[in-house]
């Protein structure tokens, strides 16, 4: 039989597959650890800082979900995330090459992982409790295993980026740090009549932060050579 004839099946079910939007956003982890070149520079370096617009560690996104990480770099490019260093990364990027750096990190030194206890380690500092009820229900009851694959793990990230991105979520007009989402901003404002109270002062958030990041976790840094 002829082969090129036998392939054609194939080809037009892949080209079928292709138009839905669901397979357009099916990372492939293969491709996604070619495009990581560009990235071990910051996210590949236990304890990297980055110094600009302010000093905390590079977030760690090796054991991250695959889905939040591809949202994560769409919000980046379309500004709803102003860190300037990530708008610059994510705006060559396509939503495949989104998709399958994902897919690629979310595996990435799992093979090695430790299980993760299914409830929360440590409990919640008292004078916290109550306010973050709430965050179990899409973070997940050990927050690591979040309600929704779009919705990242807390637990072990980097306390100095946390408090970081938590700040971001109630900054407003300033054009190199916030982030516009406004799931998480209801976490941290509450607004009525063009007032806006902060639900935990930034004394709480670095406390709030301190605590997601002393919890056990999937993420880890893994350390890898720009030249494999
Ligand atoms: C020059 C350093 C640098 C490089 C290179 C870099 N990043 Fe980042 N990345 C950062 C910093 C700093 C942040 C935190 C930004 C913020 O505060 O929102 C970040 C945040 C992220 C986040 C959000 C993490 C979270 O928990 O929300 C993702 C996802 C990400 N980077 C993926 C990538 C990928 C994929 C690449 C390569 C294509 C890359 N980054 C290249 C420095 C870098
Ligand atoms: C209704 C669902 C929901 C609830 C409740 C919620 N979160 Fe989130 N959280 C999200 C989503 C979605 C994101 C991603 C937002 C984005 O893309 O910037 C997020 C992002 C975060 C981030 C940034 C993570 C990173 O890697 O950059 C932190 C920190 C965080 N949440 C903490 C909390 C805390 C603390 C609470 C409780 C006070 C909470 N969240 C409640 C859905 C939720």
Known sequence: MNNAFSMLPLLLALAGVGTTAQAATAGDAARGAKQAAICIGCHGIVGYQASFPEVYR???????????????LLAYQKGDRKHPTMRGIAA????????????????????????VPATLATPVPDALKDRMAACVACH???????????????????????????KQYHTDGNPQLGRSNATMRAQVVQEADGKKKL?????ELKQVAQYLGALPGDMRVVPQSRFR
């Open 58 to 72: 590079v977030p760690m996104i090796a054991g991250q979900g695959g889905k939040y990480i591809a949202s994560a």
């Open 92 to 115: 060559s990027l396509t939503e495949q090459d989104m998709a399958d750096l994902g897919a690629y990190y979310e595996q990435l030194g799992q093979a090695t992982a430790k299980a």
């Open 140 to 166: 997940g009851a050990n927050f690591n295993t979040p309600l929704d694959p779009a919705y990242p793990k807390l637990a072990g990230q980097y306390a100095d980026y946390l408090h970081s991105a938590l």
């Open 199 to 203: 639900t935990f002062t930034n004394a």
